[in-house]
């Protein structure tokens, strides 16, 4: 029974499925972490700018901690945000294949239920959040009209996900904002550069869906850009590393951060290589793949920080 009602994207080997209380079950998928690539994906962003930040700043004293609450915030963060989501979409997910287990449409949560945990959670975020001076908190407050308004994005515009990505990238700014109390010009440059990344990314993403999606009317980049996907997607994560070396630039990084976004970048052309829009199992690979993308950059971003 509990093997039916596992979502179709969610990896088989996942500690939810395999180690949960049956209870906390539908908890849990519903905050997706049986499939938790959208916290990592959400983090990096937040992750690079607090380095970044530090290396601008020349001192990593507040680092660690930034570090230790975008980790926090990130995971629970993505969790309110995914339950919203769903709560949003529970008519549209169960006409979806890969969606249709999910606890909502599965019965598993009521509506009313959904809607109490997505406060619950976003309540612990704003914890996280006012450890943050006030500038950030101000800031994380406003990332919250973009969050709310996405999942409705998919029925009006073919590009929802430009949307998506002014939510998923905002930890680049936040970064600067702990740090600084303000947003220098490298900030708002990595923050347009990890936009044009999760357009990227969520473009392979959505590429599982097609069918469904032009079955019910939802629309997504993926349906918008056609058979010239491929080719747009490598131009988005050109832009990405063109934008996110400008930044590096302006905050004064040096050799380990170009060496991470030299790993980054390879890792971007690897995807685009091996991208098959119409192999949904390809694309899944490749999307998760972008948790280690982030990574990549990341520890070059965080060398290059300590090494001052």
Known sequence: MDAAQRVADAPPTNLVDRFAPASWKPWLRLARYDRPIGSWLLMWPCQWSAALAATMAGSTAALPWHVALFFVGSFVMRGAGSTWNDFLDRDIDGRVERTR?????????TAKQAFAFAVAQSLIG??????????????????????????????????????????FAWGALMGFAAQFGALPWPALVLYLGTIAWVIGYDTIYGHQDQRDDAVIGIKSTSRTFGRHSRAIIAG??????????????????????????AAFTAHLAWQVRRLEPEQPAVCLRLFRSNRDAGALLFAGLLLDAVMR
Do not use: D, E, H
Not at 243 to 256: D, E, F, N, T, V
């Open 101 to 109: 287990n999910r606890p909502i449409p599965a019965g598993l949560v």
């Open 126 to 167: 704003l914890v996280v959040l006012l450890q943050f001076n006030r500038f950030a908190i101000l800031l994380g407050i406003l990332s919250l009209a973009p969050v709310a308004v996405y999942p409705l994005m998919k029925r009006v515009m073919g590009y929802p996900q430009a949307v998506l990505g002014l939510c």
């Open 236 to 261: 988005l994560y050109i832009l990405t590393v063109l934008l996110i070396g400008l930044a590096i630039w302006g905050a004064g990084g040096s050799w380990p951060s170009f060496a991470g976004l």
